[in-house]
């Protein structure tokens, strides 16, 4: 129905089949058809091989050196495989394992030449038109902003071009990374007054654009655009187009941080007026009788794998035709079986696998990391011990496992599965979270029918609970784009890079830590950390912050868009990916850590992505990023 041109950027024109585009924009159903497919471009983030937010970060590994998976998309990337001929995610072009953003913003633009055409589509009221042109503005300035946050400095496509355009014109440019911030952030305002404050029609348009949505990506956005990558990066200080045009500002900006921290309140507010609030495990929710200890956790698990959650600001179902989300729990969780299980039964192949790093990232339940309070010892995370009574609901009782495991936050009960681990699920057979499943993963045993994740951690939180073991029956949910966790611990960041710590970074990031089962940050820190004042500076609570998103929104493909607009990821991506001993047979044996793969992030390159060698050769307009 709907015909294109070249894929290219610098070929961004209007195709010359016109009675095909006039027959897409003859009735309102063939219109919506149009808006849809500029919808089909949203990423694909419930596959892993396409998520690079999840599959490139240190949260997670694959070790498949033979399998095709990792010869074909974005698994490729922990390995060093990144290039210029055929860039691993061409966020441009979109060729395999990225969405064509340049197409998408094309589609858009072409939408909304014929949309705002009163004299089209005939039978479309003017309301909706109005509607549909501010979704496919929020579209347009979301497949922007996913260049942005990958190239920085990019061409900005806001009209089409007509297929007789000058090559001059075709030509395009590069534009500043303000420009570009600008551009987007005006075109989400301008979005954002025309869209609806919530969805009506729950039956048939979830996931449609709301105003929320285009609030709290705007709050992403100059999020992003404050942050160190690019505010004010020296880095980049002599990084020109061509024309001698400046493409980085190298002065830093604090008035940056206020304008984000004002965009992420004013999401924050608008999405409170319309009753998002952080979830929490409803009573009635089960029949089964539960613990207040596994009620903290459900609330945890369920914000990301709860379909459709009060926390929910944004969930991606466009183009998730994998399953919905199977794919993706299939590979958090894949096959295995529990001692109390019903029958065995097979699923899929278990392939990411969270780190030891990510493991050791979790709070002590005390709500300080390991190696900071002063009450506990985890000076060696491999120690064996025997889970007691009182620990019923996190290992199974007179189990042995590793020091690690014990005496954490329940966050991390909530989002690992670990050897010995309890799993409650919905089918309980218990009817309740004592005597419960637990997980065997040692070599030889009956987890074992299948290989587990190389790491020996599975991805519980990716897991719905209502998951059936026995039939192997995946429930679907939206993939959480945003949610208010996100956007709190957004507004805590740029407040206190802004103001420093002040009353409302402390007030956003503990209603996280409240709904995790934690004492606030001041408590924590002050009774048990070996670092007491921590939480009192700027300096401080940055770290703070940053690791609570890392807990908070594991396994959600934030934390390595996060590394690299903080330009730590030079620092954290660069060392051994590390998992326990998964062949060993008994647990002296099996709590033994390894190393899989020496990781190497070169910096300042790879903060920013490669250009395809051949479009810089068809547009000389083009600069390719620095050091590619």
């Not at 909706?128 to 501010?134: E, K």
Request: aromatic share 12%; with cysteine.
């Amino acid at each position: 129905m709907i015909g294109t041109s070249c894929k290219k950027p610098y070929l961004d024109v209007v195709p010359d089949n016109v009675s095909t585009i006039n027959n897409a924009f003859a009735s309102k159903t063939e219109a919506e058809k149009y808006l849809f497919t500029c919808y089909g471009y949203l990423p694909i983030e419930v596959d892993p091989t396409f998520n690079v937010g999840l599959s490139a970060s240190d949260e997670v590994f694959v070790l498949d050196p033979a399998s095709h998976i990792r010869s074909t998309n974005v698994l490729r990337l922990v390995y060093g495989d990144q290039n210029t001929s055929d860039p691993i995610a061409n966020f441009m072009n979109g060729t395999r394992d990225a969405s064509a953003n340049y197409k998408a913003i094309r589609d858009c633009n072409v939408f909304l030449e014929n949309v705002t055409d009163l004299s089209k589509i005939p039978d479309l009221d003017l309301d909706t038109r109005v509607r549909w042109t501010a979704e496919a503005q929020f579209l347009k300035a979301f497949y922007h902003f996913v260049l942005f946050r990958a190239y920085g400095p990019i061409p900005i496509i806001d009209k089409n071009l007509p297929i007789d355009a000058p090559i001059d014109e075709i030509r395009v440019k590069r534009q500043p990374v303000d420009s570009v911030v600008n551009y987007i952030s005006n075109l989400l305002d301008v979005a954002a007054a025309k869209l609806p404050l919530t969805i009506n029609n729950t039956a048939s348009e979830l996931g449609r654009i709301t105003k929320p949505i285009a609030l709290s990506l705007k709050a992403r956005l100059l999020t992003t655009a404050a942050s160190p990558l690019f505010n004010g990066n020296s880095d980049y200080g002599s990084f020109k187009n061509n024309d001698g045009t400046v493409l980085f500002n190298p002065s830093y900006s604090v008035a940056k941080w206020q304008k984000a921290a004002d965009a992420c309140k004013a999401a924050i507010d608008l999405c409170a007026a319309q009753g998002i609030v952080l979830y929490t495990f409803p009573a009635g929710a089960t029949t089964n009788t539960l613990s207040d200890t596994t009620k903290i956790q459900m609330g945890i698990r369920n914000a990301m794998s709860e379909p459709w959650n009060s926390e929910l600001i944004w969930g991606l179902t466009a183009n998730n035709n994998i399953g919905f989300n199977s794919f993706l729990q299939s590979m958090a969780v894949g096959q295995f079986d529990f001692p109390n299980a019903v029958a065995s039964k097979t699923a899929n192949h278990p392939l990411l696998g969270p780190t030891l790093k990510m493991a050791r990232m979790f709070y002590t339940r005390n709500g300080v990391p390991i190696d900071e309070d002063k009450t506990l010892d985890f000076s060696n995370v491999a120690a064996l011990r025997t889970a007691n009574h009182a620990e019923r609901f996190y290992v199974k009782e007179g189990e042995i496992t590793a020091r690690l495991n014990f005496d954490r936050e329940p966050r991390y009960y909530a989002d690992l599965g670990f050897d010995r681990g309890v799993w409650y699920m919905a089918n309980s057979p218990s009817k309740s979270d004592e005597n419960t499943f637990w997980l065997m993963a040692r070599g030889g045993e009956t987890s074992q029918s299948s290989p587990v994740p190389v790491t020996g951690f599975y991805m519980k939180k990716d897991l719905n609970w209502h998951f059936d073991w026995n039939s192997v029956t995946y429930v679907p949910y939206p993939f959480p784009e945003m949610r208010l966790a996100d956007l709190y611990l957004l507004y805590a960041e740029a407040l206190n890079e802004a103001q420093g710590p002040v009353a409302d970074v402390y007030t956003y990031v503990n209603k996280i830590r409240a709904r995790a089962g934690l004492q606030s940050v001041q408590s924590s820190w002050a009774n048990f950390s070996s670092n007491a004042t921590k939480y009192t500076s700027q300096t401080g609570m940055r770290s703070i912050i940053q690791r609570e998103r890392a807990i908070e929104l594991c396994f959600e493909g934030q934390r390595y868009w996060d590394l690299i607009r903080w330009k730590t990821a030079g620092q954290e991506l660069n060392s051994n990916i590390t998992g326990w001993s998964v062949s060993g047979q008994t647990p002296d044996l099996y709590y033994r850590e390894v190393s899989f793969l020496s990781r190497h992030f070169v910096a300042p390159r790879d903060y920013l992505w490669p250009i395809q060698e051949s479009d810089l050769l068809v547009n000389q307009n083009l600069v390719q990023n620095p050091n590619w």
